[in-house]
């Protein structure tokens, strides 16, 4: 009877013996990760050696020091040339695009130049050229001869992008959230067709290549340019929110087949977690080359005015300013926030009941009044538009507002689209009113903060441009977009934000 089929053990032996498979537990776990980590890691670099470029001519001209050296890089630093290239049935592969990207980790800076591809340049051995032509005469080697030639710039490494990539990537992320600032539509052969509705929305493939290739406006290649910068600030402030476990095979796979560059594994896996953790949006700055156009000897060009080009590259290599930028103050920028509430006026609206009595100093009172009938959710508008701003078009055009896709469900949303008006001239320039019941969307990203009458404001952007303010009010998330251009400063788009009232639902002005 005192015999046992089972073990009686103390209580010091019983921990001693869970201690042990504690123990075998992490380390099994340890090396279980050790493996799937290393695995990954032989996965990745065996992929991006499929991206590597064997030009021993490429890789001299990038090792080498162009003969006028004004901007050498610092030590650490990284100049690339980018090129989106592309191919249509017969016609040889072209370059559609060329961005040069500074990157300065140890100043934690970097910035990007975009380059007309009609600009006059001098091409090396061939005369005066468009830029694009010394890729199709030269690939990317006279490419970059040519980048360096006209800049000054010492280009350290080289990246090719087919223009699939650009559709593949945004597919296998499961789209790009864009605030669209217009309606972009075409329905001719002569361009690519494109119907994009205004408003912030997720954009796949397809739609996000005719978004940012858009060309058929006054803005032409340099809003295109502009475009571009927009949809990959949108990526960055979005890469983080990306459950990459899963999304990452497909994102490499995309990447890597459609792409072709001197950037070793080492170097892009280092770039890519600075820009991604440590990179502040303050220390970024996106730049421009535009220009007249000017036909010259019956080709058309982009000409810049003279000394144009030279203090864009020299704004393009200089981290001081973005650094000083990146530490204003809150108090700062709320001591330049003069707000007015109505066309001419500097007094704060404070009491939204005030439409009732006067509508008239919200700007297109009666539209407004009919749109916050129909909405879901709590509507705002402006006291006060930027001088010449004028009711453009709005999204939806009929009642109860548009379904956003939120990944997992959908949310409502509202889009006014004002646009640049001088002098009976319509500008595509632009300004935009958000609303949305969706208070987790990617659009409520960190930024520098304003407290105003007890609301906080968050301005978006890079250095040199303000992407939006945005506000949380009632339950609803509220931002005021800047245009394509990213023609308004700060104060301004602050001053809209702050001049937002409540529309009462049942207002009849």
Same mark, same amino acid.
């Given at each position: 009877?005192?015999?046992?089929?089972?073990?009686?053990?103390?209580?010091?032996?019983?921990?001693?013996?869970?201690?042990?498979?504690?123990?075998?537990?992490?380390?099994?776990?340890?090396?279980?990760? *050790?493996?799937?980590?290393?695995?990954?890691?032989?996965?990745?670099?065996?992929?991006?050696?499929?991206?590597?470029?064997?030009?021993?001519?490429?890789?001299?001209?990038?090792?080498?020091?162009?003969? %006028?050296?004004?901007?050498?890089?610092?030590?650490?630093?990284?100049?690339?040339?980018?090129?989106?290239?592309?191919?249509?049935?017969?016609?040889?592969?072209?370059?559609?695009?060329?961005?040069?990207?500074?990157?300065?980790?140890?100043?934690?800076?970097?910035? #990007?130049?975009?380059?007309?591809?009609?600009?006059?340049?001098?091409?090396?051995?061939?005369?005066?050229?468009?830029?694009?032509?010394?890729?199709?005469? *030269?690939?990317?080697?006279?490419?970059?001869?040519?980048?360096?030639?006209?800049?000054?710039?010492?280009?350290?490494?080289?990246?090719?992008?087919?223009?699939?990539?650009?559709?593949?990537?945004?597919?296998?992320?499961? +789209?790009?959230?864009?605030?669209?600032?217009?309606?972009?539509?075409?329905?001719?052969?002569?361009?690519?067709?494109? @119907?994009?509705?205004?408003?912030?929305?997720?954009?796949?493939?397809?739609?996000?290549?005719?978004?940012?290739?858009?060309?058929?406006?006054?803005?032409?290649?340099?809003?295109?340019?502009?475009?571009?910068?927009?949809?990959?600030?949108?990526?960055?402030?979005?890469?983080?929110?990306?459950?990459?476990?899963?999304?990452?095979?497909?994102?490499?796979?995309?990447?890597?087949?459609?792409?072709?560059?001197?950037?070793?594994?080492?170097?892009?896996?280092?770039?890519?977690?600075?820009?991604? %953790?440590?990179?502040?949006?303050?220390?970024?700055?996106?730049?421009?080359?535009?220009?007249?156009?000017? #036909?010259?000897?019956?080709?058309?060009?982009?000409?810049?005015?003279?000394?144009?080009?030279?203090?864009?590259?020299?704004?393009?290599?200089?981290?001081?300013?973005?650094?000083?930028?990146?530490?204003?103050?809150?108090?700062?920028?709320?001591?330049?926030?003069?707000?007015? #509430?109505?066309?001419?006026?500097?007094?704060?609206?404070?009491?939204?009941?005030?439409?009732? %009595?006067?509508?008239?100093?919200?700007?297109?009172?009666?539209?407004?009044?009919?749109?916050?009938?129909?909405?879901?959710?709590?509507?705002?508008?402006? +006291?006060?538009?930027?001088?010449?701003?004028?009711?453009?078009?709005?999204?939806?055009?009929?009642?109860?507002?548009?379904?956003?896709?939120?990944?997992?469900?959908?949310?409502?949303?509202?889009?006014?689209?004002?646009?640049?008006?001088?002098?009976?001239?319509?500008? @595509?320039?632009?300004? +935009?009113?958000?609303?949305?019941?969706?208070? @987790?969307?990617?659009?409520?990203?960190?930024?520098?903060?304003?407290?105003?009458?007890?609301?906080?404001?968050?301005?978006?952007?890079?250095?040199?441009? %303000?992407?939006?303010?945005?506000?949380?009010?009632?339950?609803?998330?509220?931002?005021?977009?800047?245009?394509?251009?990213?023609?308004?400063?700060?104060?301004?788009?602050?001053?809209?934000?702050?001049?937002?009232?409540?529309?009462?639902?049942?207002?009849?002005?």
């Amino acid at each position: 009877m005192n015999e046992r089929s089972y073990s009686v053990f103390k209580s010091e032996r019983l921990r001693r013996r869970r201690r042990r498979w504690v123990l075998l537990s992490v380390v099994g776990l340890a090396v279980v990760a *050790g493996i799937v980590v290393g695995a990954s890691y032989l996965w990745l670099y065996m992929q991006w050696q499929k991206t590597q470029i064997d030009d021993p001519t490429l890789s001299s001209v990038l090792a080498s020091t162009p003969a %006028t050296n004004l901007f050498p890089p610092p030590e650490g630093t990284m100049n690339i040339l980018v090129l989106g290239v592309e191919s249509r049935g017969y016609e040889s592969i072209r370059s559609d695009s060329m961005i040069l990207v500074h990157a300065d980790p140890a100043a934690n800076y970097l910035s #990007t130049l975009s380059l007309p591809r009609d600009l006059r340049v001098e091409v090396p051995g061939h005369g005066y050229r468009k830029l694009n032509w010394s890729y199709s005469k *030269g690939g990317p080697t006279l490419a970059v001869q040519t980048v360096e030639a006209n800049t000054n710039v010492d280009i350290t490494h080289y990246l090719e992008v087919d223009f699939k990539a650009f559709t593949n990537l945004t597919d296998a992320v499961g +789209g790009v959230y864009i605030d669209v600032d217009k309606h972009y539509f075409n329905d001719t052969k002569k361009y690519d067709q494109i @119907d994009v509705r205004p408003g912030y929305q997720l954009l796949h493939g397809v739609d996000a290549l005719d978004y940012v290739r858009y060309r058929m406006d006054n803005n032409m290649d340099f809003g295109r340019q502009h475009r571009q910068q927009t949809f990959l600030t949108a990526l960055r402030e979005q890469a983080m929110g990306w459950d990459l476990g899963f999304k990452l095979p497909g994102l490499i796979q995309a990447l890597t087949d459609n792409i072709q560059t001197t950037i070793s594994f080492d170097e892009i896996r280092n770039l890519a977690y600075w820009v991604l %953790t440590k990179l502040d949006g303050g220390q970024i700055r996106q730049q421009t080359v535009s220009g007249a156009i000017q #036909t010259v000897e019956g080709v058309s060009f982009v000409i810049p005015s003279e000394g144009v080009l030279e203090q864009k590259v020299a704004d393009f290599m200089d981290p001081t300013p973005a650094a000083t930028a990146s530490q204003t103050t809150v108090a700062t920028l709320t001591s330049d926030v003069d707000v007015p #509430t109505t066309a001419g006026s500097t007094d704060m609206v404070v009491d939204s009941s005030q439409f009732m %009595t006067d509508p008239n100093f919200v700007p297109d009172s009666a539209l407004w009044s009919e749109i916050a009938a129909q909405m879901p959710f709590t509507v705002m508008a402006p +006291g006060y538009l930027p001088q010449d701003y004028k009711y453009y078009q709005r999204n939806p055009e009929g009642s109860g507002g548009y379904d956003i896709d939120t990944g997992g469900g959908s949310a409502k949303g509202l889009k006014m689209v004002y646009r640049l008006v001088r002098n009976g001239t319509s500008y @595509d320039q632009y300004l +935009g009113i958000m609303e949305t019941d969706w208070l @987790d969307a990617p659009a409520a990203s960190p930024g520098r903060q304003v407290v105003y009458n007890g609301t906080t404001f968050t301005i978006v952007g890079t250095y040199d441009r %303000t992407e939006r303010v945005w506000w949380e009010k009632d339950g609803v998330l509220y931002w005021v977009s800047n245009t394509i251009s990213h023609y308004l400063n700060p104060t301004e788009l602050v001053k809209v934000a702050a001049s937002m009232i409540t529309i009462p639902s049942g207002a009849t002005p």
